[in-house]
């Protein structure tokens, strides 16, 4: 619901005040989504990993996606930002995810499209996109080793839903 009141807030910072009102809004909604995934943290059935893609989005984002993809059978593990992509391999090699889904609002270059094509040939576990970038790079992405989840919630939930099932395709 705040979501797009966060959006245009970031949108329009400049005039005198409007930073430190979207400031305010952004620290008290990271403060209340976090305590929300504090609450609804419990040993689930599966685990995914979400981790943002280099310097891609902002907390608040990561941690609503966060939110949105957990579900009474899938518990995420919100890596933190500045997370660097080549220790991905081994950050899945010790927590063994059942997915690792990587998140960026923006459209991913050329290069992190290879890097994350590369990556996914290294892990054990599959790779999943979600956010814009997933929008973005499905067509490029499409018969690769990593699976597109889109950028709405509801969408994100339930395809990580399928994909783990087994019912949804690269």
Request: glycine letters at 8%; aromatic letters at 6%.
């Given at each position: 619901?705040?979501?797009?009141?966060?959006?245009d807030?970031?949108?329009?910072?400049?005039?005198?005040?409007?930073?430190?009102?979207?400031?305010?809004?952004?620290?008290?909604?990271?403060?209340?989504?976090?305590?929300r995934?504090?609450?609804?943290?419990?040993?689930?059935?599966?685990?995914?990993?979400?981790?943002?893609?280099?310097?891609?989005?902002?907390?608040?984002?990561?941690?609503?996606?966060?939110?949105?993809?957990?579900?009474?059978?899938?518990?995420?593990?919100?890596?933190?930002?500045?997370?660097?992509?080549?220790?991905?391999?081994?950050?899945?090699?010790?927590?063994?995810?059942?997915?690792?889904?990587?998140?960026?609002?923006?459209?991913?270059?050329?290069?992190?499209?290879?890097?994350?094509?590369?990556?996914?040939?290294?892990?054990?576990?599959?790779?999943?996109?979600?956010?814009?970038?997933?929008?973005?790079?499905?067509?490029?992405?499409?018969?690769?080793?990593?699976?597109?989840l889109?950028?709405?919630?509801?969408?994100?939930?339930?395809?990580?839903?399928?994909?783990?099932?087994?019912?949804?395709?690269?």
């Open positions: 619901v705040f979501m797009p009141v966060w959006h807030m970031a949108v329009r910072q400049g005039g005198y005040g409007q930073t430190s009102e979207w400031l305010f809004l952004d620290q008290f909604l990271r403060g209340r989504v976090f305590a995934l504090q609450l609804a943290h419990v040993p689930r059935s599966r685990n995914v990993l979400l981790a943002p893609l280099p310097g891609q989005c902002h907390e608040l984002e990561l941690l609503v996606t966060s939110l949105l993809l957990s579900s009474e059978e899938t518990g995420v593990t919100l890596l933190a930002s500045g997370q660097p992509l080549r220790e991905l391999a081994l950050v899945c090699e010790r927590l063994k995810p059942d997915a690792l889904v990587l998140f960026s609002h923006q459209a991913p270059t050329a290069e992190t499209t290879r890097h994350v094509t590369r990556l996914a040939a290294m892990l054990e576990c599959p790779l999943l996109l979600a956010g814009e970038a997933a929008e973005v790079a499905q067509e490029s992405l499409a018969g690769s080793l990593v699976a597109c889109g950028a709405q919630g509801s969408v994100m939930r339930q395809r990580l839903r399928q994909f783990l099932a087994g019912q949804l395709d690269t």
